[in-house]
T-cell receptor, first 112, second 116 residues
Framework: QKEVEQNSGPLSVPEGAIASLNCTYS??????FFWYRQYSGKSPELIMS????GDKEDGRFTAQLNKASQYVSLLIRDSQPSDSATYLC????????????FGTGTRLQVTL | DGGITQSPKYLFRKEGQNVTLSCEQN?????MYWYRQDPGQGLRLIYY???????QKGDIAEGYSVSREKKESFPLTVTSAQKNPTAFYLC???????????????FGDGTRLSIL
């Protein structure tokens, strides 16, 4: 069973703080990892892709991948109230062609 | 602008009725997908297609049907056999690179289906 696990939250952080979102996955051979942001009532929006071990930065977002430990994380620096949303982790498991498996998401609340 | 268009935004189904959700993309993507999302839940894959005239069942295909007659279009029919169709339906597309390289998927705005 190929699984992607996320803590459902809510994760509450004060404005200006760093939010840290974590995701673990079951298949060590996985190659592709994505973070999506989903506002309430809206569709998911891709915010980060990462394929290699280490960190990838894009503006206030940093994705961190550790394939040996089978986890991927998303850091949001200088969190803003507009970052309040559900963050979905998606993994492309080996041997699944173009399919992605999504976690159930972590709800982030940025408080004033 | 390139993107994925889903219609209608809201849809109501009567008991025993089949309804069809539309999904069109002009991104020239090879692969298209249908997901169902229930409140507070993740995305569950219904069907996907990597090439015209071919599609595969996802994890929850029972009570649904699809077709892929054109690269741009991937309509989903919710049949009367689907006894609990109320959900948020999301269509996505992606490029296909090789046989084992998963690419990011891009989503339409979704269709909310409810039972009357």
């Amino acid at each position: 069973q190929k699984e992607v696990e996320q803590n459902s939250g809510p994760l509450s952080v004060p404005e200006g703080a760093i939010a840290s979102l974590n995701c673990t996955y079951s298949d060590r051979g996985s190659q592709s990892f994505f973070w999506y942001r989903q506002y309430s009532g809206k569709s998911p929006e891709l915010i980060m892709s990462i394929y290699s071990n280490g960190d990838k930065e894009d503006g206030r977002f940093t994705a961190q991948l550790n394939k040996a430990s089978q986890y991927v994380s998303l850091l949001i620096r200088d969190s803003q109230p507009s970052d309040s949303a559900t963050y979905l982790c998606a993994v492309g498991f080996s041997g699944t062609a173009s399919k992605l498996t999504f976690g159930t998401g972590t709800r982030l609340q940025v408080t004033l | 602008d390139g993107g994925i268009t889903q219609s209608p935004k809201y849809l109501f189904r009567k008991e025993g009725q089949n309804v069809t959700l539309s999904c069109e993309q002009n991104l020239n993507h090879d692969a298209m997908y249908w997901y169902r999302q229930d409140p507070g839940q993740g995305l569950r894959l219904i069907y996907y297609s990597q090439i015209v005239n071919d599609f595969q069942k996802g994890d929850i295909a029972e009570g649904y049907s699809v077709s892929r007659e054109k690269k741009e279009s991937f309509p989903l029919t919710v049949t009367s056999a689907q006894k609990n169709p109320t959900a948020f339906y999301l269509c996505a597309s992606s490029i296909v690179v090789g046989t084992d390289s998963n690419q990011p998927q891009h989503f339409g705005d979704g269709t909310r289906l409810s039972i009357l």
